[in-house]
């Protein structure tokens, strides 16, 4: 269960689950920019380009290349590529 230090962060694809696990932070691309989301960050929802990043302890745990992903953010984060 994800603390307030940590993210519950679920990707998975059409078929398979490619990352479930916490991490302290995501980093990513959608039409304004990038952003990083933070634990307590505000609900919300956005289309993801590029590559999602996923940090714990300030290091590099996780770079996927995408095209495009749907991101939600609801206590759980889960994006969908």
């Known amino acids: 269960m994800a603390n307030k230090k940590t993210i519950k ?4 694809d059409t078929q398979n689950i490619i990352f479930d696990g916490e991490v302290d932070r995501i980093s990513s691309f959608n ?6 989301v933070y634990p307590m960050h505000a609900n919300f929802i956005s289309i ?3 590559e999602i990043n ?3 302890n300030k290091q590099l745990v ?12 609801n206590k ?3 994006i969908f590529s």
């Open 9 to 12: 962060v679920t990707i998975r």
């Open 31 to 36: 039409e304004v920019g990038r952003f990083d």
């Open 48 to 50: 993801l380009r590029q």
């Open 54 to 56: 996923l940090f714990q």
């Open 62 to 73: 996780k770079n996927l290349k995408i095209e495009q992903a749907v991101l939600k953010l």
């Open 76 to 78: 759980i984060l889960h």
